[in-house]
């Protein structure tokens, strides 16, 4: 019986690393939730295989341990959560670029569609193609950013 949940955790774990290497990013997310099912059998295949009692009092027997059934279960709730946050943030990707591929997102995303000069949201990371600001621009950019920022929250 360990051999065959050795074999599946092993084709979850390679379809969702297959999926996670794909430039979809439904695929990417798909993936995570693929790999997070094989850990999830993977522990459950760990903590031992028996066909022990419940652990209730009322039986005999040796009992099952409960733990990492428990750690499991949290861990289902968690990943369905988590890949309920990340579709919904590709969905919203896909929606401001158009697109679902993840090589060709680059600073799309990144772009502060407020700035009057165009400047991206996070100046530290510039494309290559746009030139380098000096030190004291880039920290005066970061001051006019931050006053924006207060006269915006007042």
């Known amino acids: 019986m360990e051999t065959l949940f050795a074999i599946l955790i092993g084709l979850l774990v390679a379809a969702g690393v297959f999926l996670m290497l794909s430039r979809t990013i439904v695929r990417v997310v798909l993936g995570l939730t693929f790999i997070a099912y094989g850990v999830n059998l993977a522990i459950l295949t760990v903590a031992g295989l028996r066909q022990d009692s419940p652990p209730l009092l009322t039986l005999e027997g ?11 279960l949290t861990a289902i709730v968690i990943g369905f959560g988590t890949t309920a946050l990340l579709l919904t943030v590709a969905l919203r990707a896909y929606q401001v670029a158009g697109h679902d591929d993840v090589a060709a997102f680059g600073d799309n995303l990144a772009r502060d569609p407020d700035a009057p000069d165009g400047q991206h949201a996070d100046p530290e990371h510039l494309s290559p193609d746009l030139p380098e600001m000096d030190h004291a621009a880039e920290t005066a950019a970061h001051l006019a950013e931050l006053e924006r920022l207060r006269r915006i929250t007042r």
Do not use: E, G, R, T
Not at 62 to 72: G, K
């Open 62 to 72: 040796p009992y099952v341990d409960p733990l990492p059934q428990a750690l499991v």
